[in-house]
């Protein structure tokens, strides 16, 4: 599993805020991650929620923004916020587009080369990473929930409808449901999986749904004053999709909240809380 370097560490509301390194076997690569453990944590396994973060976004933007620890604390659960992509590839034209390469993996395991060398997002997230937090953290991998913002809204979307198992619980904030059918995903993948839509389809909320349903009520919340609502986002199409499949879905709109992490500090105790139930704690 490689070694475990302890960038930081802070107390923080009775436990310990944690940013780390490791040599990545998925991704070939160094990859950094934060994780909250809270007080629980020093005397027994705790539940643990993941937090994905959207384009542009590091292990740090959740960790600082996300205002999550304080009520995490309370619940006794571990908070784990990976980074969103590989750094450090080398690719030609992995940096420089903010909708594209290093900061916007997508949380994808890209089949196309050059991309496919290192950006394995999904067996990153799916499988290296909850078994180095099992092996290093008090946590109970029995006990998952995931959630994510934008473009990691649609990571934990797609993660948890493929792989329905592996987590008790699913949110997401204004997430990208039909990537398939929106500029960003159009643009991200083809590049990373090839010019065949059946491909992209695998990391598409609106067609998993379709295929195969998650054993909870999944929630979203969505502002209604999101620039990117009507040309990326489209909750609507991942509404339908859900009413077709049968899948619950509580789908919150929000008057008058953007696409800021101020909208996730208004309503992230609500999705702790719909984590927490489903895991047991609440």
Known sequence: MGMLETISEQRLHGGVQGVYRHHSDACAGPMRFAVYQPPQAARQLCPVLYFLA???CTEETATI?????????????VLVMPDTSPRGT???GATGDWEFGEGAGFYVDATAAPWSAHFRMRSYVADELPALIAARFAVDPALSGICGHSMGGHGALTLALTYPSRYRSVSAFAPIVAPSEVPWGRKALPRYLGDDPAAWADYDACELVRRQTFGGTILIDQGEADPFLEAQLKPELFDQACAEAGQPLLLRRHAGYDHSYWFITSFIDDHLRHHAKALGVL
């Open 65 to 77: 923004k996300a205002g999550a620890q304080r009520l995490a604390a309370e619940l006794g659960l």
């Open 90 to 92: 080398g690719i030609d």
């Open 54 to 56: 959207g384009l542009t």
